[in-house]
């Protein structure tokens, strides 16, 4: 493709150095990636009309979308009849993210002409937006029913946004065959592939494509650090970081949603929980429903040490996969027990089914429990090991949890009720300082009067 575009600079240098030429050799240059000649053609340009919207357009391409908009809408203040460049402002604002504005520019546009594919496509894509996939399916509905062939139900845009609206329905028959077609495909390929764990082939689909977008450098740094946490591979790791903080760090997005997402995701791989909170903080408010989101400004929260916020962030998430993972319980039962919540992240392992992740559960709930001072649970929690597995370390725990039980009795911080739980729990072990303990209990009872056995 470069040296048909080279073919036609070879042409274009033939004619009159005219202004035409000079926009010609512009956009060539900008084809074909050459800088020098790119700033050369530019600083030719002058504020004619032509000169004009050709810049806006370069700047669009090259993903300078408020420069875009700058000139449209100075354009449009002296050309009120020029029509079509509320398209192309609505399009920059969708850029943007603004895309209430986009929707409000768009109208203008679509009020004089309603049939315009390229118009309610893009209130389509706005709608999904802004609402969700089912307002954008009415309004692409609209595309499709146009009876121009144009228009069609097999016109590829149509088809790759149906796919989108769907959430990825009948992703792998359509994206495929339109990933040289349009742009976006490869892209929405690979976030059908997250969606559905299918990481290796998320990454065989992006990993030779040198990103040039936002969305691209974003979709790279998803891949790889799913990757790199799925392989422990901390070269994958480090150019997720990387991607992230480019994107963040840019001016262009640096002030927007997915910049600031970008940068909390950054400072999340490298653990750095206070600047994770920064970030997710100033765009919480937009995502007070949105279960992702909670789960992991959740896990910020409480790995900050804010366990409070951290716990009711992650009781938000409704979704029962992100619900049953061990991240998930994990992190909500440790959040319950800073709380002063240990019967609830009790309630949390005896849920689960049995598994090496139950067996985990028990040991943070035992350990932490432990040095919280919340001996009940963690005497619980210490039983469950050691009839699960005679390791003496279960045992040792087992047994300061309990004292630390009766300690908590004596002081009148724990009801003297709880002492027949912790003495049958006690008589389960076989270990000699069992007599002993018990001996030290049943001793105090009959002094204060309080019957225990």
């Not at 990636?33 to 050369?40: G, Q």
Request: contains cysteine; glycine residues 4%.
């Amino acid at each position: 493709i470069n040296a048909e575009y080279m073919g036609g600079e070879d042409e274009a240098l033939k004619g009159p150095a005219v202004t035409l030429q000079n926009r010609l050799l512009f956009h060539i240059a900008h084809k074909v990636n050459d800088e020098n000649k790119l700033m050369v053609y530019h600083q030719k340009l002058q504020e004619t009309l032509e000169d004009q919207l050709s810049l806006a357009s370069i700047h669009y391409l090259r993903n300078h979308f408020q420069e875009a908009t700058d000139i449209y809408k100075r354009i449009l203040l002296e050309n009120r009849d020029f029509l079509a460049l509320n398209l192309y402002v609505a399009l920059c604002y969708y850029k943007l993210d603004y895309y209430d504005v986009s929707l409000e520019v768009l109208n203008v546009y679509l009020t004089s002409y309603p049939d315009s594919a390229t118009a309610i496509n893009l209130k389509a894509c706005n709608q999904y937006r802004l609402y969700n996939g089912k307002a954008a399916e009415m309004e692409l509905k609209v595309l499709i029913d146009l009876q121009s062939l144009s228009y069609s139900h097999d016109n590829p845009l149509v088809k790759h946004n149906q796919v989108v609206f769907a959430g990825g329905e009948n992703a792998l028959q359509v994206l495929p065959p339109l990933i040289d077609v349009i742009p976006e495909a490869r892209l929405n390929l690979v976030i059908f592939y997250l969606k559905n764990e299918e990481v290796q082939e998320a990454y065989q689909l992006i990993k030779d494509l040198e990103p040039v977008t936002p969305q691209e450098y974003i979709l790279k740094g998803v891949v790889n650090a799913s990757i790199g946490q799925m392989t422990d591979s901390r070269e994958h790791i480090r150019m997720a970081q990387q991607y992230f903080q480019l994107v963040g760090a840019s001016a262009s997005e640096c002030d927007t949603i997915n910049g600031r997402q970008c940068m909390a995701s950054c400072f999340f791989l490298l653990k750095q929980f206070e600047d994770v909170l920064t970030y997710l903080n100033s765009i919480k408010s937009y995502f007070d429903l949105d279960d992702t989101f909670n789960f992991n400004y959740g896990i910020a929260c409480s790995a900050a040490g804010n366990y409070s916020d951290g716990r009711d962030a992650l009781l938000k998430v409704k979704d029962q996969k992100l619900r049953a993972e061990y991240l998930y319980l994990s992190w909500l039962a440790r959040c319950h027990m800073h709380c002063k919540e240990p019967k609830k992240a009790w309630e949390l392992y005896l849920k689960m089914d049995t598994s090496n992740e139950s067996f985990n559960i028990l040991q943070l709930i035992a350990n932490d429990c432990y040095k919280l001072g919340q001996f009940h649970y963690s005497a619980k929690a210490f039983d469950v090991l050691e009839r699960l597995d005679p390791n003496p370390e279960y045992w040792d725990g087992k047994r300061g949890a309990c004292v630390g039980v009766f300690q908590l009795v004596v002081a009148n911080k724990e009801s003297p009720e709880i002492l027949k739980e912790v003495m049958s729990m006690l008589k389960i072990s076989s270990n000699p300082q069992v007599e002993s303990i018990l001996r030290v209990i049943k001793g105090w009872a009959k002094v204060n009067q309080i019957k225990v056995s």
